[in-house]
């Protein structure tokens, strides 16, 4: 698929015809859009189902931001944002990984019947805060683990950490 742009007509004309090609060609009923931005506005020029699967940066970073700008910019950017809101209610469900990221959905669109969460990891409530300062002095068998992403509250870092704890004592003792 190309990357969704409403400025660039040519390439929103082929897209549409392209996706919708390919619906039709292999008889698909129902998509599935993941990442938001700006992914989720080809939702608009299908006739079946989709779902939404949100992951984190794009609710939190990406939409908002649109409603920040200034000047003609800004214009454009709201019409985005209505379009985005306007996908994200066409959509059949909607997912997303944390709490967290449904309740920052509901206060941008205020709508939670068809948004869903599904985690990849243990009950949140596992979840342990980490310690500000590591000790210099760590025992032997003492294990930290790093991580390339960036430890966020949004990503559920902690929450990965945790399911750590989890796993079968051979997995730990041979590659943990």
Known sequence: MPVFSIIKINRLLTGKIYLNKIISDYHINLIHISFATP?????????????????GSDLLHVIPG????????????????HLFKKSFKKSSAITCASNHLKDRFIEMFGESNKLYVIRSGIEIDFI??????????????YKIVFSPRLISEIY???????ALNFLPDEIIKNYY
């Open 39 to 55: 992914n989720v506005l080809w939702g608009l020029f299908v006739k079946i189902k989709y779902v939404i699967t949100i992951h």
């Open 66 to 81: 649109l409603l920040n700008s200034s000047g003609i910019r800004s214009i454009y950017n709201k019409f985005l944002w």
């Open 128 to 141: 342990c805060k980490a310690p500000d300062i590591f000790p210099n002095d760590l025992p032997d068998d």
């Open 156 to 162: 559920d870092t902690y929450l990965q950490v945790q």
